[in-house]
């Protein structure tokens, strides 16, 4: 089956830099466009980068020049590297993958930016 497990959370400094990464497996990785959501306290859930199976990538407005999607299809993982964090950057952020109609998430990783 379909899993994704998120990692790299943690509790950072405002201008400091995190990594997320998602060990994704139950289907072929490399045919599939990734991406990475938040979700903050009392907010909706919002899409912050995507990757193309091609290795295009897109992001909100809100990330764009601190934030880098990427992923290694050898290891099954799509990587969130986080730089310049500010405190709304804090939530919990989840893996998704959409499989035909079907949409997968991981079980998501809390980031904390706080002085």
């Known amino acids: 089956q379909v899993q994704l497990v998120e990692s790299g959370g943690g509790l950072v400094q405002p201008g400091g830099s995190l990594r997320l990464s998602c060990a994704a497996s139950g289907f072929t990785f490399s045919s599939y466009a990734m991406g990475w959501y938040r979700q903050a306290p009392g907010k909706q859930r919002e899409l912050v980068a995507t990757?193309?199976?091609?290795?295009?990538?897109s992001y909100t407005d809100s990330v764009k020049g601190r934030f880098t999607i990427s992923r290694d299809n050898a290891k099954n993982t799509v990587y969130l590297q986080m730089n310049n964090l500010k405190p709304e950057d804090t939530a919990v952020y989840y893996c998704?993958?959409?499989?035909?109609?079907?949409?997968?998430w991981g079980q998501g990783t809390q980031v904390t930016v706080s002085s």
């Open positions: 990757i193309t199976r091609g290795g295009i990538t």
């Open positions: 998704n993958v959409k499989l035909l109609s079907l949409s997968y």
